[in-house]
């Protein structure tokens, strides 16, 4: 009989206690990482802008960023379509993309582009060809792709949607393309062409009453000064909004921040309170146990053999529960996921989050640290008082 | 192994224990008897070394106990020492196989041998060794506890009242286990019950061996 399986014997004999202490660990963990996965998530798609300005309606920079950048928000309003060549003619332009979003299909953005949204600077593509601009052809993205199992020759109801009552008749329009996955806010979006989206019987009326319209343009100044430069002209325009991609997802990552720090902080707070229940009950466990473990000094068991008994089962319990909440996490993440979906817009992806390892360990060892300071005692056990006990 | 104990003081409580001078020979078949509270058992912790003596020698075999540190003195136990308790002190989530097999395992014995060991004594006193504890009679369990102490072949057998909680029958079948499965060993046990020390040609009394002290 080995020290391993002495402590698998002790944990049978309290199954229940055990894994009343390791589903607590496993619930504190899991909250800690669910939190985790989603901040990578939200890092990773925020991390990358499409384009280092955008250009549009007048209204809230932040906003224009998540709406126009990112697709996490409504677009705020319409600019012209002569707008685009305005900033095609700035000195310091040197690439700019008009961009129209409205629709939606299945929660994914469908925007409303030029065919250059493939040539490199946006995104490239991985398999098929380009929509023709005013064909009803449509390029996805990598992870609308991924996740509804597109391929080029597939047909869509672009109808399908936010906006679907909109249609009064479906729009079946032709895959003609997958993009590359980039990281970014591109691989869930689906892009068609601005003449095909103009060319909707439902957007037609509307062209033909306030004339042809963008959400916004994307711009890519020239190098050196002209960021400022073009910034700096756009900013004296009544009739335009420009939004600075970096300046805007950094405030935003302030603000997240603090909340995050107050999520994690609380989540943290649960986790350490599950883990003092741990240090608790195996302080009581080795004291209701100083005869058994006295009986094993008697039969020849030095201390050490002893206290590392008590240790294996907290470290045995902390691992369970860590392995426990790292799966719970994702879980919790992944069951979300509709909510966060119909909340937020996108739907959060579970991928390897090396800080959610780095938790589980934690756990491990903290709890194994604070089970062996509670279980002190053993060390120190007098055993012919405690095998005098009754 | 011998026992020899000269000049040991050990604090209990708010007493101290004095054993001037106390000798057993290489294989004796000793009983301990005495009242109550005349410092038997705490006498045999010094013996197992569980009690250190803050003065004087404890030797058994060639080792003196009383030099040893902790750390020694439980490698000792392990290597020299068998123990049999009043109310047996079986493991409750082993079974009487597992029970006996794990001085042995304590005592750095391969798994599989100290197995084969455990099996070899339980069949000698008929027990299955399969059984958890839980299902076994009182008895049955002493016998267990007996074939547990002995398992790791010690030098010096020390046994506290093993038959205490026992009705004749049973209490003559573990004194049976005992003196067959002893082969050699030293044997100390520390009985106050009439009909059990009839069974020892050698008989210690507390009384003029241990002298207790307020400290």
Redo the contacts between chains.
């Keep these: 009989m080995t020290l391993y399986g002495l402590v698998r014997r002790a944990l049978r004999r309290r199954r229940r206690e055990g894994l009343a202490l390791a589903l607590g660990v496993a619930l504190g963990t899991g909250l800690v990482v669910a939190l985790l996965v989603l901040r990578a998530d939200l890092e990773q798609r925020t991390a990358r802008a499409v384009a280092p300005l955008v250009v549009g309606a007048p209204g809230s920079p932040l906003q224009m960023v998540l709406s126009e950048l990112l697709f996490v928000d409504e677009p705020a309003g319409r600019i012209p379509r002569t707008v685009l060549a305005e900033l095609r003619a700035h000195p310091s332009t040197r690439v700019a993309l008009p961009v129209a979003r409205g629709d939606a299909f299945h929660g994914y953005p469908v925007v409303a582009t030029e065919p250059s949204v493939t040539d490199g600077t946006w995104a490239s593509l991985r398999e098929g060809r380009v929509f023709a601009p005013a064909a009803r052809e449509v390029v996805v993205g990598a992870a609308v792709a991924r996740a509804l199992d597109l391929r080029p020759d597939d047909r869509v109801e672009l109808g399908h949607g936010r906006e679907e009552a909109a249609h009064a008749e479906p729009e079946l329009w032709l895959v003609v393309g997958v993009l590359a996955p980039t990281g970014g806010a591109v691989d869930r979006a689906l892009f068609i062409g601005l003449e095909a989206f103009y060319g909707v019987p439902d957007h037609r009326a509307v062209v033909a009453r306030e004339g042809e319209s963008l959400t916004a343009v994307w711009l890519v100044p020239k190098a050196g000064m002209h960021h400022a430069l073009l910034t700096g002209a756009l900013r004296g325009r009544q009739d335009l909004t420009v939004a600075e991609a970096e300046v805007e997802l950094g405030r935003l990552r302030r603000v997240m921040g603090r909340v995050d720090r107050l999520v994690l902080g609380l989540a943290g707070l649960s986790l350490l309170v599950a883990l003092l229940g741990v240090a608790v009950s195996q302080h009581q466990a080795a004291r209701s146990r100083r005869r058994e473990l006295a009986l094993l000094r008697a039969i020849g068991a030095g201390r050490r053999f002893v206290y590392g008994l008590v240790l294996a089962e907290t470290a045995w319990i902390c691992a369970v529960g860590a392995t426990l909440g790292l799966a719970l996490g994702h879980a919790l993440v992944w069951i979300g996921g509709t909510w966060f979906e119909a909340q937020i817009g996108f739907r959060p992806e579970l991928g390897w989050n090396h800080e959610s390892v780095l938790v589980a360990v934690a756990v491990i060892v903290t709890g194994t640290l604070a089970g062996a300071l509670a279980a002190r005692g053993v060390y120190g056990l007098d055993v012919p008082a405690a095998l005098d006990d009754a | 192994m011998r026992v020899r104990v000269e000049g040991a003081e050990v604090v209990?409580g708010s007493r101290r224990l004095f054993v001037d001078r106390w000798n057993v020979p290489a294989g004796a078949r000793r009983c301990l008897a005495g009242e109550s509270g005349s410092g038997k058992?705490?006498a045999l912790?010094l013996l197992?070394g569980?009690?250190a003596p803050e003065r004087g020698r404890v030797e058994v075999g060639d080792v003196c106990v009383s030099a040893l540190g902790?750390?020694d003195r439980?490698?000792f136990?392990?290597?020299s020492?068998g123990?049999v308790?009043q109310d047996f002190?079986l493991?409750?989530?082993?079974s009487a196989q597992?029970n006996v097999?794990?001085?042995s395992?304590?005592?750095g014995q391969a798994?599989a041998v100290?197995r084969r060991r455990a099996t070899e004594l339980l069949e000698r006193l008929g027990l299955d060794g399969s059984r958890s504890v839980t299902q076994l009679s009182r008895g049955e369990r002493q016998r267990v506890a007996v074939a547990?102490?002995l398992a790791?072949r010690p030098g010096l057998l020390l046994a506290d009242e093993p038959t205490a909680s026992l009705d004749p029958v049973r209490r003559d079948q573990v004194l049976d286990a005992l003196f067959s499965l002893a082969e050699g060993a030293t044997l100390v046990l520390v009985s106050h019950d009439p009909a059990v020390q009839a069974r020892f040609d050698e008989r210690d009394d507390a009384a003029d061996l241990f002298r207790w002290e307020p400290t």
């Design positions: 209990r058992t705490t912790h197992s569980l009690l902790e750390g439980d490698a136990r392990a290597r020492v123990y308790f002190n493991l409750p989530g082993l597992e097999a794990l001085p395992s304590l005592a798994p100290a547990r102490a790791a």
